[in-house]
């Protein structure tokens, strides 16, 4: 069984910063792309960044130039650094990995439980 565990959310002042972890555990035999998403009240749930298992990344152009996507392999860990943080980034964050378990010859896409953000003075 895999599991994503995320981290890191809560509340900040618009302007502030915030550092998302989501660490992925159990029979894992690779991880390819890992990303967020975020799903604000009344929208759909939208991709907010990713990163390949090379490092190639890819952002949503809201949030170009504010947020960073990085990785760990050996920890399994996928990263979300948010700078400069508006209101309107305020969502529940969910972490994605497309895993391999063991004794499985597929990716299939694994999600988190989610983490709230909130941007308000």
């Known amino acids: 069984q895999v599991q994503l565990v995320e981290s890191g959310g809560g509340l900040v002042q618009p302007g502030g910063s915030l550092r998302l972890s989501c660490a992925a555990s159990?029979?894992?035999?690779?991880?390819?792309?890992m990303g967020w998403y975020r799903q604000a009240p009344g929208k759909e749930r939208e991709l907010v960044a990713a990163i390949t298992s090379t490092a190639t990344t890819n952002y949503a152009d809201s949030v170009k130039g504010r947020f960073t996507i990085s990785r760990d392999n050996a920890k399994k860990t996928v990263y979300l650094q948010m700078n400069s943080l508006k209101p309107e980034d305020t969502a529940v964050y969910y972490c994605n990995g497309a895993v391999m378990d063991y004794g499985v010859h597929y990716y299939r896409d694994y999600w988190g439980q989610g983490t709230q953000v909130t941007v308000s003075s």
């Open positions: 159990g029979s894992i035999f690779s991880i390819s792309t």
